[in-house]
């Protein structure tokens, strides 16, 4: 078993910036990419990020693409997603996610950790 918990969730001004964390317990070794994904009220879960523990690869949809930065530190089994220049249509609960393929597909993604809101302000 693997468990994900984020934090760094909260409100926030378009054009500003907020930091996601997902720390990761367990059997992490079992485990090859790390996610992040979003899900608006009334919307179905999309991807938003992907990177491998290696730390080798990256994927991000296009939406956030220039803006969202995702990066993993080994040593603290924990990945962040750096988020800036906000606007109010990124505001969802965000989930993190661990898998052992890269992929934008939700059901690729084997744990999920409980989601911290996002909220982005006009």
């Known amino acids: 078993q693997v468990q994900l918990v984020e934090s760094g969730g909260g409100l926030v001004q378009a054009g500003g910036s907020l930091r996601l964390s997902c720390a990761a317990s367990?059997?992490?070794?079992?485990?090859?990419?790390m996610g992040w994904f979003r899900q608006a009220p009334g919307k179905e879960r999309e991807f938003v990020a992907a990177?491998?523990?290696?730390?080798?690869?990256?994927d991000y949809a296009d939406s956030v693409k220039g803006r969202f930065t995702i990066s993993g530190d080994n040593a603290k089994s924990t990945v962040y997603l750096q988020m800036n220049s906000l606007k109010p249509a990124d505001t969802a609960v965000y989930y993190c996610?661990?898998?052992?393929?890269?992929?934008?597909?939700?059901?690729?993604?084997?744990?999920w950790g409980q989601g911290t809101q996002v909220t982005v302000s006009s």
């Open positions: 367990g059997r992490t070794f079992s485990t090859y990419v």
């Open positions: 996610a661990a898998g052992t393929v890269v992929a934008r597909a939700s059901s690729a993604y084997r744990y």
């Open positions: 990177i491998t523990w290696s730390g080798g690869r990256t």
